[in-house]
Nanobody, 128 residues
């Protein structure tokens, strides 16, 4: 059974940092790419970042470039997202679904590959 569990969210002040983790079980990392998407109230879902396990290339949304870093540890079935220099507009629920990820064209999808290929998400709230 595939299971995605996100953690690490919380509250922080503008300029602060958080580290999100996604532990995935029952999943073959060679099957689909894993990305991070976020959903804020009243806003469209946004693709934040994804990575290609094949060559290590990555994609970042313009809104987070230079501030967020995606990484993975396949031995621990974990994909992480380091969030630095946080802004109030980063407030959202963050998910780590299996999504289409084309790092060479610098595009990523925001619809999970299937209902089982994402978790409940973790809330990030940035305010002073």
């Amino acid at each position: 059974q595939v299971r995605f569990v996100e953690s690490g969210g919380g509250s922080a002040q503008p300029g602060g940092s958080l580290r999100l983790s996604c532990v995935i079980s029952g999943f073959n990392f060679e099957t689909f790419a894993i990305g991070w998407i976020r959903q804020a109230p009243g806003k469209e879902r946004e693709g934040v970042s994804c990575g290609s396990g094949a060559d290590g290339s990555t994609y970042y949304a313009d809104s987070v470039k230079g501030r967020f870093t995606i990484s993975s540890d396949n031995s621990k079935n974990t994909v992480s997202l380091q969030l630095n220099n946080l802004k109030p507009e980063d407030t959202a629920v963050y998910h780590c679904p299996a999504v289409p990820c084309d790092t060479h064209s610098q595009r990523m999808g925001v619809v999970p590959r299937g209902n089982d290929y994402w978790g409940q998400g973790t809330q990030v709230t940035i305010s002073s």
